[in-house]
DNA sequence: TATTGTTATACTCTATAACTATA
DNA sequence: TATAGTTATAGAGTATAACAATA
């Protein structure tokens, strides 16, 4: 090929962020968007969303935990999460089982093809974070690990 | 008054999270909704959300630049800022002037009501803003930004 | 009475595609 | 042809309220 197929973009013109230079959260959005973004691209081939890991994760952490942990767990509503949950076990991925003792509590586990994606997800996900660590370097990457985590 | 009026309500049982330990992703998302819900509350009396925010503080730092140059200094779409920019236009804040030179583009300009809201934003997210260094206190917030910034 | 899961509604955000007017 | 602004649509996230079943 002789040329780019893309056509020639004006290069992004950026101005001046003004007082948001001094306001953590304008930086903590960006920073996240981009994280995530990125996420979703290297977990596009299982289409599984960073939300989606998450909740996978969780009960794979702690089989049986009910919705309501879940949820305060991960800080999803729990209106929120009863579609989330719909979806994933829809796609075969988890199950809703009664819980002993209490009637109106479901307890949640992975199925079999929930654990084999999991774990597919798992390794993408990881191909992810070292792809971060690579981007922003070892020493920002563990100033924001030590900074964020709580 | 001799009790609470609030319902009792069994403390939040939280579980383990998992791998997700080892993703910055997760923590940095839980910050991002954390800060924007401090900067929500703080500023709910003049009803100015982050992204509003974030618009009059670029338009305030460099009056006549278009929606473009606008939208990709903040990494908002350009169809998303045109509603954006609407609900403002709307309540009076600012004003899209015709552009000297280039037909296709608008100039963006706070009008006086908007520098007036925008002086008050200010003041309220600058209160904001010392709340978040008080909670994380000082270290961790110093730790955070250095990381943050580009 | 309170809690768990559910349904429903409304609003925001994000991602596209397509249209217009201007260049 | 490409760009700036606009409109429209669909999907996801967020915030509520209300309901049934169970405690």
Known sequence: MTKSATPRRSP???SDIGPLKGHLGYFV??????VFQDFIRTLAAIEISPA???VLAVIHANEGLSQIELGNTLGI???RLVRLLNRLERRGLLERLPSNGDGRRHAL?????????????RNLADRHESG?????????????MD???P
């Open 77 to 79: 509503e729990r209106a």
């Open 29 to 34: 959005r960006r920073l996240q968007i981009w």
């Open 147 to 149: 900074a964020l985590r």
């Open 52 to 54: 989606q890991f998450s």
């Open 109 to 121: 586990r992975l199925t079999a093809g929930g654990q084999a994606t999991f774990k597919q997800a």
């Open 132 to 144: 971060l660590l690579a981007k922003l370097g070892e020493a920002r990457y563990r100033a924001l």
């Open 12 to 14: 992004p013109m950026v």
